[in-house]
Every structure is written in structure tokens, then in C-alpha cells.
């Protein structure tokens, strides 16, 4: 969208995207960097977990095909994985936290992978409220003519 259609219109969209279409470069707030990885997995013995949290390696993975069988083909599951990274984290670092993680609580799961998908995610978590800052700190969501 090369500009905001005349009238009234909501938008959801990234800072970046927004500072563009407004040409406000006041539209800013830090965001998280996390790595995500999508598997699917053949299974005939999978784990008995359908979440998985490692607080210390700031680690989210969760088996969505057990929830909804429909997700996967029959005999696979998918696992959706998020790692929050650190400001100079390389994703190759947050992919090995992962699979340390999953060879834990998924033994054999290496040689079940049939597809794997992963990507480094920037400003594309939501807002976080860092440290002496609320979410009244962040740039008004009312832009514009009322």
C-alpha cells in the first residue's frame, strides 16, 4: 500500500511501516528479536506434552497437531517453537537452546523430522513494556483527524 486510502482507516502494522505511510518518525518502541522454529515430525511414539516452557532458556514450544489432529497429515505432528533472543544473539545460537530443549523432552525426535522451517522475528513480537515504562508510555494508537 503505497499510501492511506482517503477517510477514516485502521491499520495494524509495524512502526517502521507506519512512520512511512504517516511520515511521523516519533512512531517508535522496542520490540523483541525471537527465533522461531516450525517442525513436522512423523510420529508413532510422540511425547506426552503438548507445551513445553524453559524459563532459563527463554524458550515457548508447543505441538499444535496434538490440540488439532488436522494441523498435520496422519502419523505427523507439528511443533511451533519460540526463542526469545538477546540483543546480539545470532538465530543459530537461539536454534541450538531448541534443540538442546527438544532432545530433552523429545528423545529420537532428530530422526523424525520430515520438514523444518526457522527465521530470526524483529519488531514483529507487539510492544514490550521495558523496565520503568507501561504500555501508556507508547505512541497513542489515535493518529490523525478525529
Not at 110 to 127: D, F, I, K, N, P
Request: hydrophobic share 40%.
Amino acid at each position: 500500500m503505497p499510501a492511506l486510502p482517503a477517510g477514516p482507516t485502521i491499520l495494524a502494522t509495524s512502526f517502521a511501516t507506519a512512520c512511512r505511510l504517516t511520515g511521523d518518525r516519533s512512531l517508535t518502541w522496542p520490540s523483541a528479536r525471537v527465533a522461531t522454529v516450525d517442525l513436522g515430525l512423523r510420529t508413532e511414539n510422540g511425547p506426552d506434552w503438548f507445551r513445553v516452557m524453559d524459563l532459563d532458556a527463554r524458550i515457548y514450544a508447543a505441538r499444535y497437531s496434538l490440540a488439532d489432529p488436522a494441523l498435520a497429515p496422519p502419523g505427523h505432528e507439528l511443533i511451533q517453537i519460540a526463542a526469545a533472543c538477546g540483543p546480539r544473539e545470532r538465530k543459530s545460537d537461539a536454534e541450538r537452546r531448541v534443540r538442546s530443549l527438544l532432545d530433552q523432552t523429545w528423545p529420537g525426535r532428530r530422526a523424525a523430522v520430515r520438514w523444518h522451517q526457522s527465521a530470526l522475528r524483529t519488531h514483529r513480537t507487539g510492544a514490550v513494556d521495558l523496565p520503568g515504562t507501561t504500555g501508556h508510555d507508547r505512541p497513542a494508537v489515535s493518529r490523525g483527524d478525529p
